[in-house]
């Protein structure tokens, strides 16, 4: 992180120039900089130094599109439609084209299963989008920024940041609950790079010439 050493040493003497809530409103928006530059460098599958993660050891299939009619905990009837999803206890959880975000279905609500009404894409596309990793992680919802007058932050939120230190420094974990023990090689997940410092220097001056 020499980048990052070097930053902070030029920053804070022009961070001096500044006031508690202008030094603030400055760390913040380098916190949410860093923050779309890490989201966006994960999508990609890369680390913070532009390399490429190392693939999955084992190719997993795209799984087929579902839609089912579903009881709401209302009583009320919809048709709920996903393309990516995973089965969980009884427990149907995944992204519902429709309502766009992620949706739970329970068991023993689903009252039957129809033609799906859209289409996933090409069967290549959906492959790669299988083989995609840290997707859920790349997340505004699971990467959060913060900042002080002193600090600016971009870490993960809760449980996310047990599960991104495992793939990050490539440890020991179990690939599900009660499922074998295994090594996961590191792929890093958060940094700042050559360009990623030099904007921030970029954004240190314009905000104390503004």
């Given at each position: 992180m020499a980048e990052f050493e070097q930053i902070e040493s030029w920053a804070e003497g022009c961070l001096r120039k500044l006031g508690p809530a202008g030094r603030r409103r400055l760390t913040l928006q380098i916190a949410r900089d860093e923050r779309l530059k890490n989201i966006r460098r994960m999508r990609s599958q890369r680390g913070p130094d532009g390399e490429k993660w190392e693939g999955r050891k084992r190719q997993r299939k795209a799984a087929p599109i579902i839609r089912y009619v579903y009881r709401k905990k209302d009583g009320s009837v919809r048709e709920l439609e996903m393309s990516s999803y995973r089965r969980s206890g009884g427990k149907i959880i995944g992204y519902d084209k429709e309502a766009g975000g992620v949706r739970t279905m329970i068991g023993d609500r689903v009252i039957g299963k129809v033609k799906p009404r859209h289409s996933a894409g090409s069967i290549r596309a959906r492959a790669k989008k299988a083989q995609s990793m840290m997707q859920g992680l790349a997340s505004a919802r699971h990467l959060r920024a913060r900042a002080t007058p002193s600090s600016a932050v971009v870490e993960f939120s809760n449980r996310a940041a047990r599960i991104a230190a495992v793939h990050h420094?490539?440890?020991?974990?179990?690939?599900?609950?009660?499922?074998?023990?295994?090594?996961?090689?590191?792929?890093?997940?958060?940094?700042?790079?050559?360009?990623?410092?030099?904007?921030?220097?970029?954004?240190?001056?314009?905000?104390?010439?503004?």
């Amino acid at each position: 992180m020499a980048e990052f050493e070097q930053i902070e040493s030029w920053a804070e003497g022009c961070l001096r120039k500044l006031g508690p809530a202008g030094r603030r409103r400055l760390t913040l928006q380098i916190a949410r900089d860093e923050r779309l530059k890490n989201i966006r460098r994960m999508r990609s599958q890369r680390g913070p130094d532009g390399e490429k993660w190392e693939g999955r050891k084992r190719q997993r299939k795209a799984a087929p599109i579902i839609r089912y009619v579903y009881r709401k905990k209302d009583g009320s009837v919809r048709e709920l439609e996903m393309s990516s999803y995973r089965r969980s206890g009884g427990k149907i959880i995944g992204y519902d084209k429709e309502a766009g975000g992620v949706r739970t279905m329970i068991g023993d609500r689903v009252i039957g299963k129809v033609k799906p009404r859209h289409s996933a894409g090409s069967i290549r596309a959906r492959a790669k989008k299988a083989q995609s990793m840290m997707q859920g992680l790349a997340s505004a919802r699971h990467l959060r920024a913060r900042a002080t007058p002193s600090s600016a932050v971009v870490e993960f939120s809760n449980r996310a940041a047990r599960i991104a230190a495992v793939h990050h420094w490539g440890q020991r974990d179990k690939v599900s609950l009660g499922g074998p023990d295994y090594d996961y090689p590191a792929r890093p997940l958060l940094g700042i790079s050559k360009s990623d410092a030099e904007l921030i220097r970029e954004t240190i001056l314009e905000h104390i010439a503004s």
